[in-house]
């Protein structure tokens, strides 16, 4: 019974992770200079918390 309650919440995850991605791919292929201007946003973020340790 736990392990057939693990795996259907593997399978709904799975399933939320596809389409969470399609999503995200769906948004990107309408918006690709914004996505674009984010990804630099958070790279920019990353680098500077990164270099202050």
Do not use: K, S, T, W
Not at 17 to 29: P, W
């Amino acid at each position: 019974r736990v392990y057939n309650v693990g795996q259907r919440r593997a399978e709904e995850a799975a399933f939320y992770a596809e389409l969470g991605y399609e999503e995200a791919a769906d948004m990107i292929r309408r918006h690709p200079a914004q996505a674009m201007g984010l990804a630099v946003g958070v790279g920019v973020l990353i680098g500077l918390l990164i270099a202050r340790r």
